[in-house]
């Protein structure tokens, strides 16, 4: 079933790909855009644990809202999933990495390792790509930016979720976190010596803070959806007011083991 579907999905790139072209080499008269557009590729990096319900309609999106000449791979880093993660991604076509250690920071900096491409772009396993995402990530970098991500949308139709959603659009650290995505080219990434993995909570924070000593932080005006299981499971507020004291407890200094005490005591959750 999954091969067929990794079949269809690619065969559909590659149509749209000669529609795409075939329009702006003889309609549009851009001739050398083709070529051009090939000097920078992506390495998507998408670290797993228990995913086999969403992992599939991540993947898809991939295949079918981007472009296959930007893509060389998509990469698969496992935390030791006991469900049918792992045989789904590989049937959707990813390439998969079993990691040694369990632990979002250590599995995307595995992941990066492995990647061959200049730029990377690390998503969570239940997010979905817009439209020609990653068009806009190289477009982004070739204008001079060396990080960034999308707007955030939740796949909940919830009017607090929706105020929240709205400040992503501004560049401030404490809107931005990893289900936006994270884009970076490989040399900063190195730079900065990837993900901390002391960080088992609030890792794509610290990067962020991080990569703005650097350089300059692009968002996206495009949204990324994002799964609100946490919200629907816990209820809207109560998780929100979860985050909010994590995040003001991590300003103040509380130490990573803390932090994951009043997660694990506070709402229904079963990654960390």
């Not at 599939?56 to 000449?69: E, F, Y």
């Not at 990647?115 to 995402?133: R, W």
């Not at 901390?196 to 300059?216: A, T």
């Not at 949204?223 to 499971?233: D, F, G, H, P």
Request: glycine share 4%.
């Amino acid at each position: 079933m999954y091969d067929h579907l990794f079949a269809f999905l690619t065969a559909q790139r590659v149509i749209n790909y000669v529609k795409i072209h075939l329009h702006r080499c003889f309609v549009r008269g851009e001739r050398t855009s083709i070529y051009q557009e090939f000097t920078v590729m992506i390495s998507i990096i998408i670290p797993t644990y228990n995913e086999e319900d969403n992992i599939i309609a991540t993947l898809k999106s991939i295949h079918l809202n981007g472009n296959l000449h930007l893509i060389k791979e998509i990469i698969v880093v496992d935390g030791g999933s006991s469900d049918k993660t792992i045989e789904k991604a590989n049937n959707c076509g990813a390439r998969i990495i079993v990691s040694q250690i369990k632990g979002r920071a250590a599995q995307m900096n595995e992941g990066a390792a492995a990647a061959s491409e200049k730029i990377l772009h690390f998503i969570h396993a239940d997010s979905i790509l817009p439209k020609h995402f990653d068009t806009d990530v190289v477009r982004a970098i070739n204008n001079g930016y060396e990080a960034g991500c999308f707007r955030l949308a939740f796949d909940y139709d919830h009017w607090f979720l929706k105020l929240n959603c709205w400040f992503t659009r501004f560049d401030k650290s404490a809107f931005h976190y990893g289900d936006q995505s994270l884009f970076i080219t490989s040399d900063l990434f190195n730079k900065l010596h990837g993900f901390n993995e002391r960080y088992i909570v609030f890792e794509d924070l610290d990067i962020i803070r991080r990569i703005k000593k650097h350089c300059k932080f692009k968002i996206l005006k495009k949204n990324i959806t994002t799964s609100a299981r946490k919200y629907v499971e816990n209820g809207v507020f109560k998780m929100q007011i979860v985050f909010y004291r994590m995040y003001i407890m991590e300003q103040l200094g509380a130490t990573q083991q803390l932090l994951v005490n009043v997660l694990r005591s506070s709402i229904k959750q079963d990654k960390i």
